[in-house]
């Protein structure tokens, strides 16, 4: 198994501001995931976070609003940029076991925007 | 198209009762992994069971026991004499063998009330 750290586990922050969510596996893989998880929703796929070329974001998410980092094998950053409380969400990233046989998950972002 | 639902939003049960929590899936690949996560109020993505798409034999584990069927595309999940912490939100997922993604259902809230 993985095992994935992610912090900070939950923050408060003002509008307009930005927020950088960090995610540490314990091992090396090719891709990581982020998603996000609204209130009371399912999780939702933001981007794949692959090393040594960008990020691949899926529809209705985009880069400027979203970066993400990923400088090594075991690690990724997600930004959220200039937020509004409509960005309160659960941020997750995770890992998959290969053949896609398991997600592994980080302990997840709780983020409330005031 | 929704790969996954689970079409029960909230479920309440007295505590010691049963439950089952349904899933059915869609996909067109012949080789596929279908999971059971749990959420509980903290946020972080408990695995629960994998089952892979030749594998349709039941499973139990304890008080938690699932039925595959692929006939009727669906994995669904019961807890025997359900207990407070079983409270939580459950949520299907699906993996196919082409792709990388995770593709969740919408989540089961489930309140087991002592």
């Known amino acids: 198994s993985a095992v994935i750290s992610q912090k900070p586990s939950r923050d408060i922050c003002q509008r307009g501001t930005s927020l950088t969510i960090q995610c540490q596996v314990d091992s090396q893989v090719t891709m990581m995931f982020w998603y996000r998880q609204q209130p009371g929703q399912s999780l939702t796929l933001i981007a794949t976070?692959?090393?040594?070329?960008?990020?691949?974001?899926e529809s209705g998410f985009v880069i400027d609003k979203f970066p993400i980092s990923r400088p090594n094998l075991t690690f990724s950053t997600l930004t959220v940029s200039n937020m509004s409380p409509e960005d309160s969400s659960i941020y997750l990233c995770s890992v998959l076991r290969p053949m896609n046989t398991e997600a592994f998950f980080g302990q997840g972002t709780r983020l409330t925007v005031v | 198209a929704q790969k996954v639902t689970q079409a029960q939003t909230e479920i309440s049960v007295v505590e010691k009762e049963d439950v089952t929590l349904d899933c059915v899936y869609e996909?067109?690949?012949?080789?596929?992994?279908l999971f059971w996560y749990k959420q509980p109020p903290s946020g972080e993505l408990v695995f629960l069971i994998r089952r892979n798409s030749f594998d349709e034999q039941n499973e139990i584990s304890g008080r938690y026991s699932w039925n595959f069927q692929k006939s009727t595309s669906s994995f669904n999940f019961t807890i025997t004499a359900s207990q407070v912490v079983d409270s939580a939100v459950y949520f299907c997922a699906l993996s196919e063998n082409t792709g990388n993604q995770f593709y969740f259902g919408t989540g089961t809230s489930l309140t087991v009330i002592p």
């Open positions: 996909t067109r690949d012949t080789t596929y992994y």
């Open positions: 976070a692959n090393q040594g070329s960008e990020a691949t974001y």
